[in-house]
Structures are given as C-alpha cells and as structure tokens.
C-alpha cells in the first residue's frame, strides 16, 4: 500500500483531520546527547525567535514537521552548528527554505534537536528523515502489516523486546518505541550482546529471534538491568565505554547501543510534538 492510498484509508475509516498549527522558530526542548545524566524533565521550554531567542553553538538536526490528514514526515538534516543554521533560516536562505518546505504565507514550526556531534545527527538522518509514517501507527496497521514500531515488555526481572509486533492490542500491552533501528541488523546485534550482558548481569534467561529479544535476570541485577530499560523507554544512555573490552565487536555493540538511546531521545521528542498538536487541534 503506497502513501497515498494509506491516506485515503485512514481518512475513509477513521475521519482523521489533524494539521499542525505552526509558530515559525518555536523550538522543542534539545536534548543534549554528550550528557548521559542529561534530565529532559527539568528542562525550561526556549523563547522563540521572536524573544531573541540565544540557539546552541553545537551540532544536530533541524528539522520540521510536516502533517498530512494521517501521515507526517521529519524533515531536516545534520548540522554542525544550531546557531548558525537558525541564522540562515531567519534570514530567509532559499536552501533551507527547500529543504524543510517552508513557505511564506505559512508560520512554521522549525524545531532543533542537539547531539554530540554531526556524526550523532547523522544516525537520526539516516533512520528517520525524510520519512513518512502514520500519526495513529495502532489503528492503521493489521495483523498483516506490524507498522513500523518497536514495543517493549518490560518488569522489574525482565525485559521482551518485540522488533514488530501483530498483536491487535499491543498499545494496551506494550510500550510503543518507535522505529528505533534497522530490525535485521537490530537482531543480530542483540544475539552478540548475550555474552557482554551475562558479563554484567545474573541472567537466568535469553533468548534472541528475528521478532524478538528476551531475558529474564536474578537479584544482584537491579541496578545495571534499570539501565539497559531506561535505554529504551527514556532514551537514556547510562553505560560507559570502558565498561565493554577494546575489541572490536564489544566497541561496535557500545555504539549500537548508543545509537538505540539517540533515536529513542528524538523520537521521544517527535512523539511529544505530535501530541502537543492534537491537544491544540
């Protein structure tokens, strides 16, 4: 089923009629990526342009985001600096006009999301711009099409990490991640991870598939098990380099992982824009 036909189901069925009301330059919270303590919670909403608003001299996205009745897609790119890029975008550059389809007659809504470094925001290009995905993902996908969605099970001893699920009440049952990687390569990262995981954890049970990772820990796991969660549902990334071996596929597995917490972050962020828009609707 192609985009356009996604739309015109989701409006038959469904009536959605969802636009984004737009204030050009308002930005979102940033999340800064360097901090793994980094509390997005306690952040203070920035002044728009208009305020004279003081943007960050770091690298990251640029994005917008563009609603359609069902459907929305990021669009953006890598920066290496906010600040000047925001410049740009005030002062009317055409490229930027292009690039994020902004139009005069329209207040848009340009947004910025803060990483490391290029590299960092190149992940979420690369995963996630320029992609079109459906607002309401529960009620458009079937049993025969999971959507794009990762979902989570997630107690105090275990964790089940669906890379798609068929379930037709998974939103009641689960925590919705979002597209949070490719799901080949996802699995068979997560398969070489065993080893390095019962390096840090009692596990009493793993198991990895191309649908899903499982496990299940014993007591003494508490505190590096509620990191490896909050990795994926608050997008935080607690672990530290020196806590995986110089060889290589442990180096690999370190930044896969970190890579995960990044798109989880924005997406985190994405999800928050979108719901903001409907409240406002």
């Known amino acids: 089923m192609d985009h356009s036909e996604l739309d015109q189901l989701a409006q038959a069925t469904f009536e959605l009629s969802k636009s984004f009301k737009r204030n050009f330059a308002q930005n979102q919270l940033g999340f800064d990526f360097r901090d793994p303590q980094h509390d997005r919670a306690s952040e203070a909403p920035v002044a728009s342009c208009e305020q004279d608003q003081q943007f960050p001299e770091a690298a990251g996205i640029v994005y917008r985001l563009e609603s359609g009745t069902s459907t929305f897609c990021i669009r953006g790119r890598a920066v290496e600096s906010i600040a000047d890029v925001m410049e740009e975008i005030e002062s009317g550059n055409a490229g930027w006009e292009k690039t994020l389809r902004l139009s005069e007659d329209l207040g848009e809504q340009v947004s910025f999301f803060e990483t ?166």
């Open 116 to 281: 490391s470094d290029k590299d960092a925001a190149e992940v979420l290009v690369d995963q996630l711009i320029n992609k079109r995905f459906p607002i309401e993902e529960d009620m458009l996908c079937n049993l025969s099409d999971p959507g794009f969605s990762w979902w989570l099970d997630a107690g105090a001893d275990h964790l089940l990490l669906h890379f798609k699920s068929h379930g037709i009440e998974r939103r009641q049952n689960l925590l919705q991640l979002g597209p949070l990687g490719d799901r080949r390569i996802a699995n068979a990262r997560m398969g070489q991870l065993e080893n390095w995981l019962r390096s840090q954890m009692n596990i009493v049970e793993f198991s990895s598939s191309d649908v899903c990772v499982s496990m299940a820990v014993s007591e003494g796991s508490e505190e590096k098990f509620s990191r490896l969660k909050k990795l994926f549902i608050d997008g935080e990334f607690l672990f530290q380099r020196s806590e995986f071996s110089n060889e290589s596929r442990d180096q690999t597995l370190f930044f896969f992982l970190k890579e995960m917490a990044l798109v989880r972050s924005f997406w985190l962020e994405i999800e928050a824009s979108l719901t903001g828009h409907k409240l406002a609707d």
